[in-house]
């Protein structure tokens, strides 16, 4: 299994898609990452 992202990556993506405005794959692409793990699309939704 992957290693988890760390809790600093997850946070600049989560404010790229939400403060920025970008979507999921979009985030995805700029940090190098194959896909956004549960735990940020969690929080992108709890915190809306």
């Known amino acids: 299994m992957p290693k988890p992202y760390s809790y600093d990556l997850r946070q600049k993506v989560i404010q ?3 403060l920025d ?3 999921i794959t979009e985030a995805s692409e700029i940090f190098s990452i ?3 793990d549960k735990a940020v699309k969690v929080s992108i939704v709890r915190e809306g």
């Open 16 to 18: 790229a898609i939400k």
């Open 34 to 36: 194959i896909a956004i």
């Open 21 to 23: 405005g970008l979507k």
